[in-house]
């Protein structure tokens, strides 16, 4: 209620904000919020997932690097969280690069096929010639 006041919906600052905490405090507990360290959790803004669902893959090949977890290094980290916003509804893909596993967790139960879809085309983009379809899988939660 503090945050939102009555009859309010969540937005892309809360929501963004929110990950970063969230980033911020498991990458601390983890010894890994060092300059040069490869987080063990990266989170990407509310932005991400639109730039990636509308221009591709390309349009999004410099954010990981921003993260210090560009290219091969993304397989040393553990969780990528992306946060969707599609018809006024917020989901998000976890993507787990150590365990090989894409997640999309959608409280209204929806499909999240055209999502894991975006999420592949960007880790085939970013892991290169890392990228091997076979070793990840798609998890039913």
Known sequence: MTVLGER??????IINAYIEWVVEY???K?????RNAIPKVVAHN???YKNLSENGAKSVS?????KKAEGKKLLQVETVLIPVNSASHWTILVVSPMERTIEYLDSFSGAG???VKHAKGWLKEELGDAWREEEWR???T
Do not use: T, Y
């Open 8 to 13: 309010q919906w969540l937005n892309d600052e």
């Open 26 to 28: 498991a990458n601390k």
């Open 30 to 34: 983890a010894g890994r919020d060092g």
């Open 46 to 48: 509310s932005f991400f």
């Open 62 to 66: 410099r954010w990981m690097k921003r």
């Open 113 to 115: 096929k055209v999502f």
């Open 138 to 140: 798609v998890l039913q």
